[in-house]
């Protein structure tokens, strides 16, 4: 009969569980359900559960018991032309943006988007000249690996996810048969490939300015007139002119409503199906007006709110506020300010590119 040698005996003698006197399998169970917000503090407990924490297991562990959390993700841009990557913090009541390492190639005008544990970079121009590549970034170890390479290089276009599948809508001028033929693409992560997506030729001539998901359409809003595309029909038209006139920067949707700022800094929310805007009340002493922009997003059901504030000297600041958002017993939206407040101090001419929610 097998015995281990003294050496493997001692080994498994210098193992340590994850817990003492808990089976690793209940630890596991255990350190899965703790708050992301605690976890820079529980790596500090052992060597083990620091081991633990960085690896695909604990990430899986934590989907299967449904315990993720959403994650704020920040890209901001210095006066020196660099992308500075983040991560929110959410320990009340000082949340804090810590640093990622740097995408490996920075570039100007990138789309995003989100599926699962990754974010997906696309394209952007480097050294004003536009890039067909992908980068990705596994939150879950803060990691960059290079994504499939798109069949035309782009910036400034439409992104969204539907189905699991990454979709882009242009970015690129359409005066060859490769660039008018693929000026949408689509990319199933599964496959690794992307793949062309039939588009009339009246789109092509559409520069985009912002993009949202609702529902099972892609919103790309352009120079002359915004347009959506189903990908289970194929069908492409053109939206409304209410949509077209009151989208605004950088938008986001949270339950089906998609949200925005207008021209007064109020925000403002666009449901689609009944074809109209309203304003967002309840933040009128809460929050500043965003007359020099904001980036949204949705965390976790919930809106957040990115901007840029006057700061001391030669720095300025970063401000974050999370946001509730339904809708009250006479229909209309109603928003109830949860934390908000500083976050970072970057130096004077920085500007917000950015932000995405992750779970994890």
């Known amino acids: 009969m097998w015995r281990p040698s003294p050496s493997e005996q001692e080994v498994e003698a210098e193992a340590p569980n994850l817990i003492p006197s808990l089976p690793d399998d209940v630890a596991l169970n255990c350190i899965a359900r703790i708050p992301r917000c605690h976890h820079p503090t529980l790596s500090l407990v052992s060597k083990p559960i620091r081991t633990l924490l960085s690896t695909p297991l604990f990430f899986t562990t934590r989907c299967l018991l449904n315990c993720t959390q959403p994650l704020l993700y920040l890209t901001i841009r210095t006066r020196a032309s660099s992308l500075q990557w983040f991560t929110l913090h959410r320990i009340v009541p000082s949340p804090l943006l810590a640093p990622l ?46 994504g499939p390479t798109m069949r035309v290089a782009r910036e400034f276009a439409a992104a969204g996810v539907i189905g699991g599948k990454i979709y882009v809508l242009g970015g690129c001028v359409a005066d060859t048969w490769a660039r008018s033929a693929n ?8 496959v690794g490939r992307w793949e062309r997506v039939t588009s009339p030729s009246e789109v092509r001539e559409k520069w985009m300015h912002a993009s949202a998901v609702v529902g099972d359409k892609v919103y790309a809003m352009a120079d002359r007139g915004g347009i959506a595309y189903e990908p289970r029909s194929g069908s492409w038209e053109s939206v409304g002119g209410e949509l077209d006139l009151g989208w605004r920067g950088r938008a986001c949707v949270v339950e089906g409503i998609l949200y925005c700022y207008d021209y007064l800094g109020k925000i403002k929310g666009f449901d689609v199906g009944r074809g109209v805007w309203e304003e967002l009340k309840g933040l009128e002493k809460g929050l500043p007006r965003f007359l020099c922009g904001a980036t949204m997003a949705e965390l976790g059901g919930k809106l957040c709110v990115v901007w840029e504030s006057q700061g001391n000297g030669k720095e300025m600041e970063i401000w974050c506020a999370e946001i509730g958002v339904k809708k009250n017993p006479d229909g209309e939206l109603w928003g109830e300010l949860g934390w908000f407040g500083k976050v970072l101090s970057v130096p004077k001419g920085s500007s917000v590119v950015h932000c995405s929610s992750v779970a994890l």
């Open 101 to 146: 390492p740097p995408i490996p190639s920075p570039a100007v005008g990138s789309a995003y988007a989100v599926i699962g544990s990754t974010i997906y970079v696309l394209g952007g121009s480097i050294n004003d000249v536009p890039s067909p590549h992908v980068w990705l970034l596994d939150c879950r170890f803060h990691r960059w690996l290079p």
């Open 183 to 190: 000026w949408a693409e689509v990319l199933d992560p599964d």
